[in-house]
C-alpha cells in the first residue's frame, strides 16, 4: 500500500477514487504511568510513557486506515493526515485519514531498467526482468 500526504503521486497516474479512508485508536492512561509522568512533567523533559502510547496509537490507526481502503480494492491512499483529541479527561484519540485510491503500476523504460540492473561502478542489486 502506497501513503502520501500529497493529493497524486508522481509517474503513478490515480486511475479511480474510492472515498474516504480512516482509523482511529483511542487510548486511555494508566493511573502508574500517569504518575510517572506527572513526575517527569514537573521537572522537564520528553514523557516516554505517553510517547509510547501515541506512538502506539498512531500505527493501530494507520493500520485501521490501511485495511479499510484494501477492503475497498485500493492499491494506495493520498491526501493522508493525522489529527489528535482528548474525548474525555486522561483520555487520547489519534485519528487518520486520506482518500483511497487505485494507481497505476509504474512504467519503467530502458534506460531506468538498464540504470537498476548494473549501478555505476558496482553490481547489480537484483535481477529487473
Excluded at 521537572?43 to 485495511?67: C, F, N, P
Excluded at 489528535?84 to 482518500?99: A, C, H, K, N, Y
Aim: proline share 5%.
Amino acid at each position: 500500500m502506497i501513503i502520501a500526504t500529497t493529493s497524486n503521486l508522481p509517474d503513478r497516474p490515480i486511475l479511480r477514487t474510492l472515498g474516504l479512508v480512516r482509523g482511529t485508536s483511542v487510548r486511555g492512561r494508566h493511573i502508574g504511568q500517569d504518575l510517572i509522568a506527572h513526575l517527569r512533567n514537573a521537572v522537564g523533559g520528553e514523557i516516554h510513557e505517553y510517547t509510547k502510547m501515541l506512538s502506539e496509537a498512531r500505527e493501530q490507526a494507520l493500520d485501521r486506515m490501511i485495511e479499510e481502503a484494501r477492503e475497498l480494492g485500493a492499491n494506495a491512499i493520498v491526501g493522508m493526515r493525522f489529527t489528535t483529541s482528548s474525548p474525555t479527561p486522561g483520555s487520547s484519540e489519534v485519528l487518520v485519514f486520506g482518500t483511497a485510491v487505485v494507481v497505476a503500476e509504474p512504467r519503467l523504460d530502458s534506460e531506468t531498467v538498464q540504470d537498476m540492473r548494473a549501478p555505476e561502478g558496482g553490481t547489480p542489486a537484483e535481477s529487473v526482468s
